[in-house]
């Protein structure tokens, strides 16, 4: 039971630079989250998605884009990588999205732009 | 909008030391309350949920916490804490909408053996 999956662990990108953080669950969640953890600052939501074609902004969405052609996968792009993008990013997915539902963290991917 | 503070970014105890730490969130409407643990290095995991019936929730690895809703608060407490509870504990709130969580910043807790 793999759960959330996040790709890659860690990714040095210069500035300008694209790239696609992956995130795959195998649990059938049709509630899946980006958020982006910086020091002492919590998470942040940057996007999320309710199912399959389905998705919306979050808190931070600026510079970033996402899509979920599949209920399994949701990446996340960066267009034109910013040294306000290093960070730590987690994906998340949630059954139901429902009051008590928790959400299922991935292993995280820690971006550094220069 | 929901959200959630914690009141103490940085904690250091010594092994046995007993654990208290504050989260208070602000909304008016029916919440449901999470704290996660994120070991260094590691993704986030679920230590506790409340979201109905006894006000005091137990969870893994000796944690607890108690809902007060008059005080908005849900703080979390372990009588004698290890140097294994070396992490960082976020407090969370779900307000029941499609958008997840909102996240307290956070408490860097440190035990020393």
């Known amino acids: 039971n793999a759960g959330v999956t996040q790709t890659p662990k860690f990714r040095i990108l210069k500035i300008g630079q694209s790239m696609t953080l992956q995130c795959t669950q195998d649990m059938n969640h049709n509630y899946m989250y980006w958020y982006r953890q910086d020091p002492g600052m919590g998470l942040k939501l940057i996007y999320y998605s309710v199912g399959a074609g389905i998705t919306d902004k979050g808190e931070v969405p600026n510079g970033y884009n996402v899509s979920r052609s599949t209920t399994e996968d949701f990446p996340l792009r960066l267009e034109l990588a910013a040294p306000s993008q290093t960070s730590v990013y987690f994906c998340a997915s949630d059954s139901t999205g429902f009051y008590n539902s928790p959400l299922h963290f991935g292993n995280g991917t820690r971006l550094t732009v220069t | 909008a929901q959200s959630v503070s914690q009141h103490n970014h940085h904690v250091i105890l010594s092994e046995a030391a007993s654990l208290e730490l504050g989260c208070n969130y602000s909304y008016g409407g029916t919440v449901n309350l999470f704290w996660y643990v994120q070991y260094p290095g590691q993704h986030l995991q679920l230590l506790l949920k409340?979201?109905?019936?006894?006000?005091l929730v137990k969870g893994i690895k000796g944690f607890e916490a108690e809902f007060i809703k008059s005080k908005f608060s849900f703080n979390l407490r372990k009588p004698s804490v290890q140097w294994s509870d070396t992490a960082e504990y976020f407090c969370a709130v779900k307000s029941g909408g499609a958008d997840g969580l909102t996240f307290g910043k956070g408490t860097h807790l440190i035990i020393q053996p």
């Open positions: 409340y979201f109905s019936g006894d006000p």
